[in-house]
């Protein structure tokens, strides 16, 4: 086989405060012919996400940093389309860790394979993914259960809209903010929300308050900042929250004030866990059951924003910060 050429998005440069395009810069890279066990694939998806932005920065946090003239890295659906290794074939479909590429060579020990008649295959990167398996590893380490009145930040985001649809499928009440009019809309209509807010609208607590009076029991965490400080207001005696993610501050370059009610973890007896779905991979073989069954049946909905092209994959993640998404933000690659 000829040797190929894929392009492939690098880090330029790291950035201080909002990612700008001239961070990345695109590259053309010529890949040799597979060599005995390696395997060849052209990714059809990419994920971009929220957790990448700390990755851009100088200093390992709970994943090594991306290195400066290298390509990034992050989820990718993928098909093969040569294989030196007896463990894939030609037109298999993979999930990897290599993204913001259009092929790769890799060992089929750090390849995945996953059931193509399943579409769309953007799915893998959404509610059968990491997304999937961070909203369901979220509600399950707090044990979430029927009766709970559940708050959402982000909740027309990847994770969010997932934490939710399940958390209704446990019988709980659920509430969310998101940014828009059509977010509160999706959220309501789509998703099975029993009530839901613009942030942008109004005071947080103030919306919060009118929906649910009589208080909380979870606070789904995945904005930081005014949403966690008007949950604290709002949680009641014993309730937890799952910390999951900040993005209101990832892109700050001074470190921001904690919430000024901090004292309502001690008044109330609050419990707060932080999640790293990473965690929790040994359990992925119980969550593919049940939330692919959820998925399967219709029960569970896939939404996803699609960018089409590589060259469109810097514009999806920094859109990720503008509230551009509704749901998972994915990049079509082929």
Same mark, same amino acid.
């Given at each position: 086989m000829e040797k190929i050429t894929s392009r492939e998005i690098r880090l330029a440069s790291r950035p201080v405060g909002m990612p700008v395009a001239d961070n990345f810069i695109m590259?053309?890279?010529?890949?040799?012919?597979?060599?005995?066990?390696?395997?060849?694939?052209?990714?059809?998806?990419?994920?971009?996400?929220?957790?990448?932005? !700390?990755?851009?920065?100088? !200093?390992?946090?709970y994943v090594p940093p991306f290195e400066l003239g290298n390509p990034l890295e992050g989820g990718a659906v993928g098909e093969v389309i040569e294989s030196r290794a007896k463990e894939f074939k030609p037109g298999d479909?993979?999930?990897?860790?290599? !993204?913001?590429?259009?092929?790769?060579l890799a060992s089929p020990k750090v390849l995945r394979p996953v059931s193509r008649p399943v579409q769309p295959l953007s799915v893998y990167l959404g509610v059968l993914g990491m997304t999937g398996m961070t909203a369901w590893a979220g509600l399950n380490l707090v044990e979430v259960t029927a009766g709970d009145v559940v708050f959402i930040s982000g909740a027309a985001g990847?994770? !969010?809209?997932v934490a939710g649809q399940l958390a209704k499928l446990r019988g709980c009440r659920v509430i969310g903010s998101a940014g828009s009019a059509a977010k509160v809309r999706f959220l309501l209509e789509q998703c099975g929300f029993d009530a839901a807010f613009d942030y942008k609208a109004g005071p947080t607590l103030a919306q919060l308050n009118l929906a649910a009076p009589d208080g909380i029991d979870v606070y789904f965490d995945n904005v930081g900042g005014e949403p966690l400080e008007a949950a604290l207001a709002a949680l009641r005696l014993h309730g937890r929250i799952i910390a999951c993610g900040g993005i209101s501050g990832y892109n700050s370059s001074a470190a921001r004030p904690g919430p000024a009610n901090l004292g309502n973890m001690v008044t109330k007896r609050l419990t707060m866990k932080g999640l790293i779905v990473r965690d929790w991979l040994d359990q992925q073989e119980k969550f593919e059951q049940e939330v692919g069954g959820l998925f399967r049946s219709g029960r569970l909905k896939n939404e996803e924003t699609v960018a089409v092209g590589i060259e469109r994959a810097v514009e999806a993640f920094l859109g990720l910060f503008q509230g551009k998404n509704s749901g998972k933000m994915v990049v079509k690659l082929a």
């Open positions: 590259v053309p890279t010529e890949l040799e012919p597979p060599q005995d066990q390696q395997v060849l694939v052209r990714n059809l998806f990419m994920s971009v996400d929220p957790y990448m932005r !700390g990755r851009m920065n100088a !200093g390992e946090s479909i993979v999930t990897s860790n290599f !993204g913001w590429r259009e092929y790769f990847a994770v !969010g809209n």
